[in-house]
């Protein structure tokens, strides 16, 4: 069966400091894997979205970025976060027409 | 662009009782699918129920249920005999079927608390 993880579960980080989230999915091959954010506890925004190794597609503009360097592995990054990067970080992978989500991440920038 | 919108921040509802949670959307496409999840105090987002818009038949998951209204747009999910497990947030999300590399549109969540 498939699982996906990912890590840190918490991290509370300083504004101006760099950023990297994992997230890895088993038990399946050439996932389509998703980063979400929520704010405040309410709806999901979609921040990227990745159908293979090295492609990424940015759905809004901000200070974060993406990369998939290998096929069941996708990284959220920035390299100075600010205050407005706190939320809850969820990552989501594919099977046909559902998505599945990871435990997700908490992030605390102050 | 779709557009999702849960027009009920909070409801709740006495164990054993029915509730039902309201959902309209906003789009252009004839072709797509329509899920509801639950998010609980643990954060971790779970599928609950998926409808297909080319289907007529209401989708139904054990006590979850939905009432698909193609043409007013609408997809309200109804849970009978509700359980103090079932308190957490709902989300209803779209996704269209072609050219979307599966990509889901969330509306904004109703809170939901069932009381003992």
């Known amino acids: 069966s498939q699982t996906i993880h990912q890590w840190p579960a918490t991290l509370v980080q300083p504004v101006g400091s760099p950023l990297s989230l994992e997230c890895t999915v088993e038990g399946t091959s050439n996932p389509n894997l998703y980063w979400y954010r929520q704010a405040a506890g309410r709806g999901l925004q979609l921040l990227f979205y990745s159908v293979g190794i090295g492609q990424i597609s940015s759905e809004v503009p901000q200070n974060l970025s993406a990369s998939r360097p290998q096929d069941r592995q996708f990284i959220l990054s920035s390299k100075k976060l600010l205050l407005s990067d706190s939320g809850f970080y969820l990552c989501?992978?594919?099977?046909?027409?559902?998505?599945?989500f990871g435990p997700g991440t908490r992030l605390t920038v102050t | 662009a779709q557009t999702v919108t849960q027009s009920q921040p909070e409801m709740s509802v006495q164990e054993a009782e029915t509730v039902t949670l309201s959902c309209t959307y906003d789009t252009s496409e004839n072709n797509y699918y329509l899920f509801w999840y639950k998010q609980p105090p643990s954060r971790q987002m779970i599928l609950v129920i998926r409808q297909e818009a080319y289907k007529q038949q209401n989708a139904t998951e054990n006590r979850f249920s939905v009432n698909f209204q193609k043409a007013a747009k609408s997809f309200s999910l109804k849970i009978s005999d509700s359980q103090l497990g079932d308190t957490a947030m709902y989300f209803c999300?779209?996704?269209?079927?072609?050219?979307?590399?599966?990509?889901?549109?969330f509306g904004q969540g109703t809170i939901l608390t069932v009381h003992p």
């Open positions: 999300a779209f996704m269209k079927e072609k050219a979307s590399y599966g990509k889901l549109t």
């Open positions: 989501a992978w594919r099977e046909a027409y559902e998505q599945y």
